[in-house]
């Protein structure tokens, strides 16, 4: 069996494409089959990144970040209801011996 290998797009290209898709009065499936990208691709692009005209740079999405941020958040709960797991084992482990 051969590993399927995609197709990487550097920065640059991926801001070309989305300035292409704000400023043409082209549809996203046509920019699509034009740079001879994947159906769908532009879009997931456009959801991914904001086009920053200051800095003519890609930076991520609002959405993107907030999920970012949910994800360490999510981690972070999870270390702490651990912690207080093993906290109240302890603590009833040392009330225990208190009673004995």
Same mark, same amino acid.
Do not use: C, H, N
């Given at each position: *069996?051969?590993? &399927?290998?995609? %197709?990487?797009?550097?920065?640059?290209?991926?801001?070309?494409?989305?300035?292409?898709?704000?400023?043409?009065?082209?549809? *996203?499936?046509?920019?699509? %089959?034009? /740079?001879?990208?994947?159906?769908?691709?532009?879009?997931?692009? !456009?959801? %991914?990144?904001?086009?920053?005209?200051?800095?003519?740079?890609?930076?991520?999405?609002?959405?993107?970040?907030?999920? &970012?941020?949910? %994800? !360490? /958040?999510? !981690?972070?709960? &999870?270390?702490?209801?651990?912690? !207080?797991?093993? /906290?109240?084992?302890?603590?009833?482990?040392?009330?225990?011996?208190? &009673?004995?």
């Amino acid at each position: *069996m051969s590993k &399927k290998t995609y %197709r990487q797009f550097s920065e640059g290209f991926k801001l070309e494409a989305l300035q292409l898709l704000e400023s043409s009065g082209k549809s *996203m499936s046509q920019i699509e %089959r034009d /740079l001879g990208i994947s159906p769908g691709l532009l879009g997931k692009w !456009r959801q %991914r990144y904001q086009v920053d005209q200051s800095s003519q740079s890609l930076t991520a999405s609002d959405m993107v970040a907030a999920q &970012k941020e949910i %994800r !360490r /958040l999510e !981690r972070e709960l &999870k270390i702490a209801q651990m912690e !207080r797991d093993i /906290l109240k084992k302890a603590v009833s482990i040392f009330s225990q011996e208190e &009673k004995e």
